[in-house]
């Protein structure tokens, strides 16, 4: 029975493992956030900036759990964290701090823009703040260089979204795993 | 006066000590124990075995360096966490493979060409350690069509086959009558001494959990353990340690996972733990003898840092290209432009190396090739990518220049060790060797069909130098065998002690020279 519903979760989707009161649970992200289960590190304001701006890059990031991926991430051991981030000259030490900064200041802009949250934005205002972002254009920015905060943004939903083998096969490659990965992060 | 000599025969004593299990820790440390010598790796990352090398790019992070933060400055840096490993192995878990040789004419560059550094050894003294690893290890390749190829004996292994989007992209070379040719790879075409056949599923990157490809786990590691060698994961080697006279080294100091100091004493004592890390311990093992650092009173230790500099070119092709089939290290490599490396402004050797392969995420994945692609325009353009992508990787030579260098910084890791911090610059030489690929590479690619091809960052592939060899005691910090000129017992092995980078994949080359190293100190 078990067995079944570890199956279930792996092919519908992607799966969490999340540790509630000293138990590991096995969630798909919609799962997660139906069970109203607390984040660890980021705030709900984080959160909803963070899937609404990562949506608006890559569609299909929310529903594969890019916010629950970072924060999963940011509330690991530094040496087990799996954010590119890494690759990328900060040191796992500031990774909170960066998606900090990133956020509040991408909530700033927002709201000094079209006075209202990233998730009321509708497609056209996020493309024209994307935009800015891209071209580090974007007035009064307070937190990490835009651009950069806007690649890791991107790639990290690139992550959920096409990384995993559910994300291979929706554009349709072969995974070809040696070894399944035990988790999809 | 320090002088930490301590009683021989104590419990922790050993012949050997090789600080880290990478490629040239584990070829010294297979050869010390075949010879019967006790022999010790300290570690500083965890264990690791074949059944943990998950098909992940997300996954194989795990792989890349996670110790004390490296600080990186100037106009190429050295992209130390992407390019070092973590975990028994080393870099050389993660690696791709790609093996070919030093060029003849890399060994002798101030004499021939003005620039760089002199090798105080010749291709001619190296040959015999490429050709035994070669059939030690096991190598696929076709060395007939390298034309390009210096003296060796043939691979063991026939190359690997070409898929097609090394097909599609090799037309392109053809039409602009450049010759291209199999790679050789440490990964096996067909099984070999008991390691099985490579799948060509292109997770080599994740780590090779079948034994393919040839990474340490499977070979020189996995050797020198049944050897009876003995390996210390999280050990994090804190200084090296030497006798009042200075000339000989006579142990280490090390941490282990929960903070707790340990001494060890040592016969002979080898630096193994990759370019940036040894610099930085012999740095921080000064001592009354040695006040600017161990093995540096000439000031040279940590300089002539140097990378690769190198450029991907990207295109879209109208034939499917499988981009996702075959070794990630590539498909084809092309050696045209190595042998003349005076090149009007521009210097240096550089390869082509082809048709990589391609998975959807992480920094070399298909999406981040366009990051001015997102929204609904990105979905398109993956949809398409997945079946038409070509991809290939400028691999330039990196002059060796004194002022690019390995530091110690002020803040400290959690052991009290300092932190290194590194700049490297690349000057208009280089630059300019660049730009002339840059353009070489879009023509092949328009020549081969692509519609637009375009071209990623310049970044570094590879880390080289901080420890140079050298003929000469005032110019370089070990001599052509890796032993440093100031301790008779102190020896640095892996890309650290390269005067040069010429412009190949540089595993073969460590490879090579450790085990050379291997035999002088093993006598």
């Known amino acids: ?185 | 006066m320090v002088d930490y000599a301590q009683k021989a025969g104590s419990e922790d004593s050993f012949d050997v000590v090789i600080v880290g299990s990478g490629a040239a820790g584990s070829v010294i440390a297979a050869q010390a124990a075949r010879a019967g010598k006790r022999t010790l790796l300290l570690e500083a990352g965890p264990a690791r075995q074949l059944s943990d090398l998950a098909s992940s790019q997300l996954w194989a992070r795990k792989l890349k360096w996670a110790g004390a933060p490296v600080g990186e400055e100037g106009n190429l840096r050295i992209g130390h966490v992407f390019n070092a490993g973590w975990g028994s192995g080393g870099s050389a878990l993660h690696h791709y493979a790609v093996w070919p040789r030093l060029h003849e004419n890399d060994f002798k560059v101030k004499s021939q060409y003005g620039r760089g550094m002199d090798w105080p050894l010749e291709y001619r003294d190296l040959r015999p350690y490429y050709d035994r690893i070669q059939a030690e290890v096991g190598l696929s390749g076709d060395a007939r069509a390298e034309k390009w190829r210096p003296p060796g004996d043939d691979y063991p292994m026939a190359p690997l086959p070409v898929f097609a989007q090394g097909r599609v992209i090799g037309k392109g070379f053809a039409a602009l009558g450049m010759a291209t040719a199999p790679i050789p790879l440490a990964v096996n075409s067909t099984p070999y001494k008991g390691r099985k056949a490579c799948l060509y599923d292109g997770w080599c990157d994740a780590g090779c959990p079948i034994g393919a490809l040839a990474n340490p786990l499977v070979t020189y590691l996995a050797w020198a353990l049944e050897a009876g060698a003995e390996l210390r994961n999280n050990a994090t080697v804190t200084r090296v340690l030497h006798d009042s006279s200075g000339r000989k080294a006579t142990g280490v100091e090390y941490c282990d996972a929960a903070g707790n100091r340990h001494r060890v004493n040592a016969g002979t004592v080898v630096l193994a733990a990759f370019a940036v890390q040894n610099a930085r311990l012999l740095l921080a093992s000064a001592s009354d003898r040695y006040p600017r650092g161990l093995a540096n009173s000439n000031d040279l230790v940590g300089r002539f840092l140097m990378t690769h500099p190198a450029h991907y070119i990207y295109g879209l092709f109208a034939e499917e290209t499988q981009p996702h089939l075959g070794p990630t290290g590539g498909q084809l490599i092309s050696h045209d432009r190595y042998l003349d490396k005076a090149k009007g402004q521009a210097y240096g050797s550089y390869q082509w190396i082809i048709a990589t392969a391609a998975k959807p995420n992480d920094l070399l994945g298909m999406a981040n090739t366009r990051p001015d692609i997102y929204g609904p325009a990105l979905d398109p353009f993956m949809r398409r990518a997945a079946k038409h992508f070509g991809n290939m990787v400028f691999v330039g030579e990196d002059l060796p220049l004194e002022e690019n260098r390995i530091t110690l910084g002020a803040a400290k890791d959690e052991y009290g060790v300092p932190l290194a911090k590194t700049v490297h610059n690349v000057t208009a030489p280089t630059d300019a060797l660049c730009e002339q690929a840059l353009a070489e590479g879009k023509a092949v690619f328009k020549a081969a069909g692509a519609d637009e091809p375009w071209n990623g960052p310049r970044f570094g592939m590879h880390i080289f130098g901080g420890t140079v060899m050298g003929a000469d005691p005032k110019t370089s910090v070990t001599d052509a065998f890796g032993r440093c000129h100031e301790l008779d017992n102190l020896y640095v092995a892996g890309p650290g002690v390269f005067p040069g980078s010429g412009a190949v994949n540089p595993t073969f080359t460590i490879h090579a020279l450790a085990l050379r190293t291997a035999e002088r100190l093993l006598g």
């Open chain 1, 1 to 185: 029975m078990e067995r079944d519903r570890r199956q279930f979760l792996k092919t519908s989707g992607i799966v969490l493992s999340i540790a509630v009161a000293g138990d590991v649970l096995l969630l798909s992200p919609a799962s997660a956030h139906a069970a109203g289960l607390p984040y660890q590190v980021l705030s709900a304001d984080e959160v909803s900036t963070l899937e609404a701006l990562a949506e608006a890059l890559v569609p299909g990031a929310r529903e594969a759990g890019v916010a629950q991926y970072i924060d999963k991430q940011l509330a690991a051991a530094p040496r087990d964290n799996l954010l590119m981030l890494k690759y990328l000259g900060v040191s796992p030490g500031d990774f909170t701090g960066f998606y900090r900064g990133g956020l509040s200041a991408a909530g700033q802009l927002a709201k000094l823009r079209f006075d209202r949250p990233w998730s009321s934005l509708d497609t056209s205002q996020a493309s024209i703040l994307l935009a800015d972002m891209a071209a580090d254009q974007a007035k009064d920015w307070n937190g990490p260089p835009a651009s950069f905060f806007h690649f890791v943004i991107r790639s990290d939903a690139c992550d959920v979204v096409y990384g995993t083998e559910a994300g291979f096969g929706r554009i349709d490659i072969p995974y070809m795993a040696h070894i399944e990965p035990p988790r999809a992060w």
